[in-house]
């Protein structure tokens, strides 16, 4: 747990600064870069430009020589998630400050109903844990975990009355929230009527359960059987079947916590031939560390790393996912936070299937892709945007309030400071867990400041998050991004032109000018 300084501000405490200008900066969107000043005033972005006129007793931050960004947006978190006997231990407070003090103004969480249950009472208990709690703005999606004519009927609800626009079927975790294929066929056309967006855990939860059989009756226990268990075929075979699902039922796709190169080959193979757009996700976990940490004879330090997909051996994983980042083979990168603490991962001491799936990675996404990708010169700052805040924003059709630095847009903003230098560590991090995953990483590039809805909630490195300030994001369905005809690729990275150790390049529409 940290050690760092966090304020814990009450609402009606919180200072009436609602004017704030960002001076100096260079501005990053995903499809360009200038040298900008950026003026808020009441939490919406209303100048961006040089020389601008200001009202007096405006506060000013310096930003010479660091980039400012629109917030990140998180499309994959499970705070508080009840999941095999366990309860995730970042709450919806916890969480949401542990992805602002890392630059994250928004999170996109899974509301997951127990089979049988009402999807929609599900819904009102996720917003009654939530709503009170988060440090920044949140919005939902919805599993679809078991199906019935009133499932059906519940997710038309969902998107007309509740601000719905993504439903989570799982092609895993057969026993408890798997569909079977016929059900998924149901459910992504229930979609494509709504105009919501089919979202899909690929792996074949079949296979799983049989090779898990086998190698526990072959006497492995220990968390390296989580990966032999479910290998990369296991993953692409789900990735191919989902897409022909997506493809047969005419529906888009969108597949969550992609981890393999397999399941990337067999994506990119679909999206280049299908007739609606297919997305692709991948999570810091798998960008920032690697699956040779089940081989740790240490349980407590195997079991930590334990999530589904799992990380990979096949040690060209991280590299070879960041490039299709970078190239627009996947569209965005989440962190699929779901952090279990020691306790309930040694419900799996003597069965690796009974370890609680999940790993942190809420606070050190921006940080970790940004020292992996950036630093290497794998991608540019404006891919690095578009992949962390853009492309979520306008899947789930929140763009352009989020994901850009315009006028008009909400005023999340980070300040990043590409100078930055720390090393990630539990002992300083803000979650509710005495493990990080990434442990030892050391980063260059952090944010500075992080600006929620105007408010100043990083400040100079300081943390001064307000409980409850946060509001519930309605995602509207029928996004156009998604709904428009076949999904624009954005800008890709301009690989190799970026340098990274001399200040930013001059980058506008993906290419450098200078
Ligand atoms: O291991 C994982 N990914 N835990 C969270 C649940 C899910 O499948 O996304
Ligand atoms: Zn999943
Ligand atoms: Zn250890
Ligand atoms: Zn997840």
């Given at each position: 747990m940290?050690?760092?300084?966090?304020?814990?501000?009450?609402?009606?405490?919180?200072?009436?600064?609602?004017?704030l200008?960002?001076?100096?900066?260079?501005?990053?969107?995903?499809?360009g870069?200038?040298?900008?000043?950026?003026?808020?005033?009441?939490?919406?972005?209303?100048?961006?430009?040089?020389?601008?006129?200001?009202?007096?007793?405006?506060?000013?931050?310096?930003a010479?020589?660091?980039?400012v960004?629109?917030?990140?947006i998180?499309?994959?978190?499970?705070?508080?998630?009840?999941?095999?006997?366990?309860?995730?231990?970042?709450?919806?407070?916890?969480?949401t400050?542990?992805?602002?003090?890392?630059?994250?103004?928004?999170?996109?969480?899974?509301?997951?109903?127990?089979?049988?249950?009402?999807?929609?009472?599900?819904?009102?208990?996720?917003?009654?844990?939530?709503?009170?709690?988060?440090?920044?703005?949140?919005?939902?999606?919805?599993?679809?975990?078991?199906?019935?004519?009133s499932?059906?009927?519940?997710?038309?609800?969902l998107?007309?009355?509740?601000?719905?626009?993504?439903?989570?079927?799982?092609?895993?975790?057969?026993?408890?929230?798997?569909?079977?294929?016929?059900?998924?066929?149901?459910a992504?056309?229930?979609?494509?009527?709504?105009?919501?967006?089919?979202?899909?855990?690929?792996?074949?939860?079949h296979?799983?359960?049989r090779?898990?059989?086998?190698?526990?009756?072959?006497?492995?226990?220990?968390?390296?059987?989580?990966?032999?268990?479910?290998?990369?075929?296991?993953?692409?075979?789900?990735?191919?079947?989902?897409c022909?699902?997506?493809?047969?039922?005419?529906?888009?796709?969108?597949?969550v916590?992609?981890?393999?190169?397999?399941?990337?080959?067999?994506?990119?193979?679909?999206?280049?031939?299908?007739?609606?757009?297919?997305?692709?996700?991948?999570?810091?976990?798998?960008?920032?560390?690697?699956?040779?940490h089940?081989?740790?004879?240490?349980?407590?330090?195997?079991?930590?790393?334990?999530?589904?997909?799992?990380?990979?051996?096949?040690?060209?994983?991280?590299?070879?996912?960041?490039?299709?980042?970078?190239?627009?083979?996947?569209q965005?990168?989440?962190?699929?936070?779901?952090?279990?603490?020691?306790?309930?991962?040694?419900?799996g001491?003597?069965?690796?299937?009974?370890?609680?799936?999940?790993?942190?990675?809420?606070?050190?996404?921006?940080?970790?892709?940004?020292?992996?990708?950036?630093?290497?010169?794998?991608?540019?700052?404006?891919?690095?945007?578009?992949?962390?805040?853009?492309?979520?924003?306008?899947?789930?059709?929140?763009?352009?309030?989020?994901?850009?630095?315009?006028?008009?847009?909400?005023?999340?903003?980070?300040?990043?400071?590409?100078?930055?230098?720390?090393?990630?560590?539990?002992?300083?991090?803000?979650?509710?867990?005495?493990?990080?995953?990434?442990?030892?990483?050391?980063?260059?590039?952090?944010?500075?400041?992080v600006?929620?809805?105007?408010?100043?909630?990083?400040?100079?490195?300081?943390?001064?998050?307000?409980?409850?300030?946060?509001?519930?994001?309605?995602?509207?369905?029928?996004?156009?991004?998604?709904?428009?005809?076949?999904?624009?690729s954005?800008?890709?990275?301009?690989?190799?032109?970026?340098?990274?150790?001399?200040?930013?390049?001059?980058?506008?529409?993906?290419?450098?000018?200078?």
């Amino acid at each position: 747990m940290s050690n760092a300084p966090v304020k814990k501000v009450p609402i009606h405490l919180q200072s009436s600064q609602n004017r704030l200008l960002i001076k100096n900066g260079q501005v990053v969107n995903y499809d360009g870069m200038e040298d900008a000043d950026v003026y808020i005033e009441d939490g919406i972005i209303k100048q961006v430009g040089r020389n601008l006129i200001i009202p007096g007793g405006t506060r000013i931050i310096d930003a010479t020589r660091k980039l400012v960004m629109p917030g990140g947006i998180d499309p994959h978190t499970h705070f508080e998630l009840e999941m095999m006997g366990a309860k995730a231990a970042d709450d919806f407070y916890k969480g949401t400050r542990a992805a602002v003090a890392g630059g994250t103004t928004t999170v996109l969480d899974f509301v997951l109903p127990e089979k049988g249950q009402s999807l929609v009472e599900a819904y009102n208990n996720w917003r009654e844990k939530a709503d009170n709690k988060v440090c920044c703005d949140y919005g939902l999606h919805v599993g679809v975990t078991w199906w019935s004519p009133s499932v059906k009927k519940e997710m038309q609800q969902l998107v007309a009355e509740h601000g719905i626009n993504s439903f989570k079927m799982f092609m895993a975790y057969k026993d408890t929230w798997m569909l079977n294929d016929y059900d998924l066929c149901q459910a992504f056309e229930t979609c494509a009527e709504l105009k919501a967006l089919p979202q899909v855990h690929a792996e074949n939860g079949h296979i799983i359960a049989r090779n898990t059989e086998k190698l526990l009756a072959a006497g492995v226990t220990t968390p390296e059987g989580h990966e032999l268990s479910r290998d990369e075929e296991v993953e692409a075979e789900a990735v191919n079947r989902a897409c022909v699902i997506a493809n047969q039922m005419n529906s888009p796709l969108y597949i969550v916590h992609m981890m393999s190169k397999s399941a990337v080959d067999a994506l990119r193979l679909a999206r280049s031939k299908q007739k609606q757009p297919i997305f692709g996700e991948t999570l810091a976990a798998t960008v920032g560390t690697d699956g040779s940490h089940y081989k740790n004879a240490c349980f407590r330090h195997a079991a930590a790393h334990v999530l589904s997909p799992p990380l990979r051996s096949d040690p060209y994983t991280p590299e070879a996912i960041i490039e299709a980042l970078a190239v627009d083979d996947l569209q965005l990168i989440g962190s699929d936070n779901c952090t279990f603490n020691e306790k309930d991962k040694e419900r799996g001491k003597d069965d690796f299937s009974k370890i609680p799936n999940g790993v942190n990675g809420v606070e050190d996404r921006m940080a970790v892709l940004w020292q992996k990708a950036v630093n290497s010169g794998l991608m540019d700052p404006c891919r690095f945007v578009a992949v962390t805040s853009t492309n979520a924003a306008r899947i789930f059709n929140l763009w352009p309030a989020k994901g850009r630095v315009a006028v008009g847009s909400d005023a999340d903003v980070v300040v990043w400071d590409p100078q930055l230098e720390r090393t990630i560590s539990a002992a300083t991090h803000h979650h509710a867990l005495n493990f990080n995953i990434f442990e030892g990483t050391h980063v260059v590039g952090s944010p500075q400041y992080v600006i929620v809805n105007g408010r100043v909630c990083l400040d100079d490195g300081e943390l001064r998050v307000a409980e409850g300030l946060g509001k519930f994001l309605p995602t509207p369905a029928n996004s156009p991004y998604v709904y428009g005809g076949k999904a624009p690729s954005t800008p890709q990275s301009t690989t190799l032109h970026y340098a990274p150790d001399s200040s930013p390049a001059r980058v506008t529409n993906g290419t450098p000018t200078e």
